[in-house]
């Protein structure tokens, strides 16, 4: 899509963003937002929800991520992409309740085998898994992707 602020795409009459927060707000307690300091309308709504904003300028996903990590450093952390699109609510939060069970450090929610960027840590490192999360989320990368999400049925 080629839109920095893809997070505040709207989809349904509610953006992305404020969609993963209403999907995730009874399963996360504190919430962080890690924006380019340019992304000035993606921070006024993090405001309106009440998500603590940390602002950097983009290094690349591994990066960011890092960073985040090493300033929230209170574990188990949730990470949720900005452009990913939650479809299933409650499956979602099945799928992340079950890899809270799981004995690994990082668990990266997958699509078919693709890494959605939903992922959640235990710790900052050590041992890993994968679980799928098809048909319950999709990333919004393209204009045929955002088509797609906004023809779909959602719960």
């Known amino acids: 899509i080629g839109d920095p602020e893809k997070a505040i795409l709207d989809i349904g009459g509610e953006t992305i963003l404020e969609r993963s927060v209403r999907c995730l707000r009874c399963i996360c307690d504190a919430w962080y937002a890690l924006i380019d ?16 904003i940390m602002e950097k300028e983009r290094g690349g996903y591994i990066e960011d991520l890092n960073y985040a990590l090493g300033i929230i450093w209170k574990f188990p952390i949730l990470v949720a992409p900005g452009d990913l699109y939650i479809i299933r609510c409650q499956d979602i939060l099945e799928r992340i309740r079950y890899a809270l069970t799981l004995d690994k450090a990082v668990i990266s929610f997958v699509d078919g085998g693709k890494f959605t960027g939903l992922s959640l840590f235990k710790d900052f490192g ?17 204009p045929d992707d955002l088509e797609k999400v906004r023809g779909m049925d959602r719960t």
């Open 126 to 142: 050590g041992s890993y898994t994968n679980v799928d999360i098809s048909g319950y989320a999709m990333n919004v990368n393209t």
């Open 37 to 52: 300091p340019s992304m000035q309308r993606t921070k006024k709504i993090l405001r309106t929800l009440g998500i603590s």
